[in-house]
């Protein structure tokens, strides 16, 4: 590593360490680590020792503790042990460790000692229970395939830190550092011990540094019953059915459809839409996005970015696109009109004729005022065209659905919806019968009831209903000959 780079990662070392604003705890820091290193080699010399005073002795130390509130009882617990024998003097390195002052130096050293089970990943444990103890993996494999979705198809690194508890969470910031593209932790698993040595006091404790961080990135792989892993066995080996949750994923896919930006994007949508007006970008609409609840709680408990997450999972619907939807015969209803018609088919038609109506008879304007008569009309067409519309879904099943014993369908109606039924009897009573007539009221009285709504403002007078019948009766008129052709065309195919 050039001189130029070493410096550079020193600036971003120091800059880290300076934004965390923690200088005024380096008295507690030098206690805690005093604590430690106590603790640390008492618990190692003396683990051998068979008598049950030193057995005792231990015990005492383990429940101990490791704080900064508690150095003095370790120093008793040390003097302890060297007046008894039991421990050659570390006086000198008690000495070294209180005499800190390079505050950069301390907290790494600090950092060092509290890092188990801190690690940067990709899939992460606790994003399947957050107090789970299993291992989380960084997957940093390059190959990848098309018909999968894999952290190896992201064109961008995203790292996530996991760790035991969010107090931890600086020392895995830490670790994730970036600096020309490349992770400080890398830069630890390279044997890259340069990236430490202008904070170092020595090379014992720079090397000390370097193994005990390659320790705590390479530890051994764990699972944990709260991981709700199922290992299914194949041959010599098995295959994992639940796999670890990637929180590089979720976290591009936040990015890209759910973050701050994509939330000011999808508003400015929202209300050119509203106002009718023109964006030139793409607008995609994300539909039956559930959310999942990986925290109820201290988001950050969980990984770094579950944090800014808000520990929200968004799931996306998986299924199937349905391209058109499936008619079914009306045989259970006695008017067609009322489920028949998809409410989002004609809302927009509706609301824009009752706004127009309650306002025109606030005015006491009549439907023979031309001016709002051919308003009238205008909607009234766009309706009649909408309803002709949905029953061409109808007219277009497999004919002589009308036949069936049990229909409680008007008889008007089945001869409009079932026009092409082979049936003589039915044929020649379709022909005599002025069912147009029938289907007209029954859409006047249908399209009154979509307009007095539920707050009942609109009071549909006979006026109305004789517009909207006279409506749909010309454009079943002007149908009919279309359905003879129609009709004519299937008999000679």
Same mark, same amino acid.
């Given at each position: 590593?050039?001189?130029?780079?070493?410096?550079?990662?020193?600036?971003?070392?120091?800059?880290?360490?300076?934004?965390?604003?923690?200088?005024? !705890? %380096?008295?507690?820091?030098?206690?805690?680590?005093?604590?430690?290193?106590?603790?640390?080699?008492?618990?190692?010399?003396?683990?051998?020792?068979?008598?049950?005073?030193?057995?005792?002795?231990?015990?005492?130390?383990? !429940?101990?503790?490791?704080?900064?509130?508690?150095?003095?009882?370790?120093?008793?617990?040390? %003097?302890?042990?060297?007046?008894?024998?039991?421990?050659?003097?570390?006086?000198?390195?008690?000495? !070294?460790?209180?005499?800190?002052?390079?505050?950069?130096?301390?907290?790494?050293?600090?950092?060092?000692?509290?890092?188990?089970?801190?690690?940067?990943?990709?899939?992460?444990?606790?994003?399947?229970?957050?107090?789970?103890?299993?291992?989380?993996?960084?997957?940093?494999?390059?190959?990848?395939?098309?018909?999968?979705?894999?952290?190896?198809?992201?064109?961008?690194?995203?790292?996530?830190?996991?760790?035991?508890?969010?107090?931890?969470?600086?020392?895995?910031?830490?670790?994730?550092?970036?600096?020309?593209?490349?992770?400080?932790? $890398?830069?630890?698993?390279?044997?890259?011990?340069?990236?430490?040595?202008?904070?170092?006091?020595?090379?014992?404790?720079?090397?000390?540094?370097?193994?005990?961080?390659?320790?705590?990135?390479?530890?051994?792989?764990?699972?944990?019953?709260?991981?709700?892993?199922?290992?299914?066995?194949?041959?010599?080996?098995?295959?994992?059915?639940?796999?670890?949750?990637?929180?590089?994923?979720?976290?591009?896919?936040?990015?890209?459809?759910?973050?701050?930006?994509?939330? !000011?994007?999808?508003?400015q949508f929202n209300k050119a839409r509203k106002l009718k007006k023109f964006i030139p970008d793409v607008h995609q609409s994300l539909?039956?996005?559930?959310?999942?609840?990986?925290?109820?709680?201290?988001?950050?408990?969980?990984?770094?970015?579950?944090?800014?997450?808000?520990?929200? %999972?968004?799931?996306?619907?998986?299924?199937?696109?349905?391209?058109?939807?499936?008619?079914?015969?009306?045989?259970?209803?006695?008017?067609?009109?009322?489920?028949?018609?998809?409410?989002?088919?004609?809302?927009?038609?509706?609301?824009?004729?009752?706004d127009f109506l309650l306002r025109n008879e606030k005015l006491s304007l009549s439907t023979r005022n031309p001016q709002k008569r051919?308003?009238?009309?205008?909607?009234?067409?766009?309706?009649?065209?909408?309803?002709?519309?949905?029953?061409?879904?109808?007219?277009?099943?497999?004919?002589?659905?009308?036949?069936?014993?049990?229909?409680?369908?008007?008889?008007?109606?089945?001869?409009?919806?079932?026009?092409?039924?082979?049936?003589?009897?039915? %044929?020649?009573?379709?022909?005599?019968?002025?069912?147009?007539a029938e289907v007209s009221q029954d859409f006047a009285n249908w399209l009154n009831s979509k307009l007095v709504g539920k707050n009942?403002?609109?009071?549909?007078?006979?006026?109305?209903?004789?517009?909207?019948?006279?409506?749909?009766?010309?454009?079943?008129? $002007?149908?009919?000959?279309?359905?003879?052709?129609?009709?004519?065309?299937?008999?000679?195919?």
């Amino acid at each position: 590593m050039s001189e130029m780079e070493l410096l550079d990662w020193q600036s971003v070392i120091e800059g880290y360490v300076d934004s965390l604003d923690e200088q005024e !705890k %380096q008295v507690e820091y030098i206690d805690e680590l005093l604590s430690r290193f106590i603790s640390k080699k008492l618990l190692s010399d003396l683990s051998r020792g068979d008598e049950k005073s030193i057995n005792k002795f231990l015990r005492n130390v383990k !429940k101990t503790p490791t704080t900064a509130k508690n150095k003095d009882k370790f120093l008793s617990f040390y %003097q302890s042990a060297l007046n008894n024998g039991w421990i050659e003097s570390i006086s000198d390195t008690i000495e !070294k460790i209180s005499r800190k002052s390079n505050f950069w130096n301390i907290w790494i050293s600090r950092s060092v000692e509290i890092s188990e089970g801190v690690l940067p990943a990709t899939h992460c444990a606790k994003l399947t229970h957050s107090s789970s103890s299993g291992s989380s993996i960084l997957d940093e494999s390059s190959n990848s395939r098309t018909d999968y979705i894999s952290t190896a198809s992201l064109q961008d690194k995203i790292i996530d830190g996991t760790y035991p508890n969010a107090t931890l969470s600086k020392q895995v910031k830490f670790l994730m550092l970036e600096h020309e593209g490349s992770y400080l932790f $890398e830069e630890i698993q390279k044997g890259n011990s340069s990236v430490f040595s202008n904070f170092a006091e020595d090379d014992e404790e720079l090397d000390y540094w370097l193994e005990s961080y390659q320790t705590v990135l390479n530890e051994k792989p764990k699972t944990d019953i709260l991981l709700k892993q199922l290992y299914f066995p194949v041959a010599n080996s098995y295959h994992l059915l639940t796999v670890l949750q990637s929180s590089t994923l979720s976290q591009c896919l936040h990015e890209h459809c759910f973050d701050k930006e994509a939330r !000011k994007k999808q508003e400015q949508f929202n209300k050119a839409r509203k106002l009718k007006k023109f964006i030139p970008d793409v607008h995609q609409s994300l539909i039956g996005v559930s959310k999942l609840s990986i925290t109820q709680s201290q988001h950050q408990n969980a990984t770094v970015l579950n944090g800014k997450r808000g520990g929200i %999972q968004r799931l996306f619907n998986t299924q199937p696109p349905t391209w058109t939807s499936q008619a079914h015969p009306p045989i259970n209803q006695k008017s067609w009109f009322y489920r028949g018609i998809p409410h989002l088919a004609v809302k927009a038609d509706i609301d824009y004729l009752r706004d127009f109506l309650l306002r025109n008879e606030k005015l006491s304007l009549s439907t023979r005022n031309p001016q709002k008569r051919k308003w009238l009309i205008k909607w009234g067409q766009s309706l009649t065209d909408t309803v002709l519309f949905c029953a061409q879904q109808i007219q277009s099943l497999p004919e002589g659905w009308t036949a069936n014993e049990g229909i409680k369908l008007k008889l008007s109606q089945q001869y409009f919806l079932d026009p092409y039924r082979n049936d003589d009897v039915f %044929q020649t009573a379709r022909k005599s019968t002025n069912w147009q007539a029938e289907v007209s009221q029954d859409f006047a009285n249908w399209l009154n009831s979509k307009l007095v709504g539920k707050n009942k403002l609109f009071t549909p007078q006979a006026e109305h209903t004789k517009l909207w019948s006279l409506l749909m009766s010309n454009a079943l008129r $002007e149908l009919g000959p279309v359905s003879e052709i129609v009709k004519r065309t299937d008999k000679t195919a």
